[in-house]
């Protein structure tokens, strides 16, 4: 199963433990699941671990930004997706996550962000929350 994951959720399942944290831990051991990725969404994930409440997680866990990012590189494919034609979701951020999905011919999009959960799905990409996806994949062999 191919899936993208927004960056603010895999910035959580990178740092902190829960439901995305055991999603990520699930699909690391999935044969059939392929993670994606793309430069803008790299970016983006690099600049929200330098913020100070990322610092202060990272020195818990005994890690630094540098770390995360490069053990988070090991498991993803990245892709260089095209710009929407045209707006999709309200929050216009939101729409990288939606051309990557594409670029990556993905499945299944995995966010805790509102924007996108209410669009339920785009293109027939399902977007899901951690849950559900942990759901999704438990019913795959």
Known sequence: M????????????????GAMHELLTHLRSHPTAQLFSSPVLLEELTGVLTRPTATRQLAVIGKTARDVLADYL?????????PLPAPVSRDPDDDHVLACALAANAALIVTGDRDLL????????????????????????
């Not at 191919?2 to 433990?17: H, M, P, Y």
């Open 118 to 141: 209410d669009l339920g799905s785009f293109r027939q990409i399902r977007i899901l929350t951690a849950q559900e996806a942990l759901a999704a994949l438990a019913s795959r062999p």
């Open 74 to 82: 090991t498991i993803v494919e990245l892709v260089e997706p095209q």
């Open 2 to 17: 191919r899936i993208v994951l927004d960056t603010n959720f895999a910035f959580s399942a990178l740092l902190w433990r």
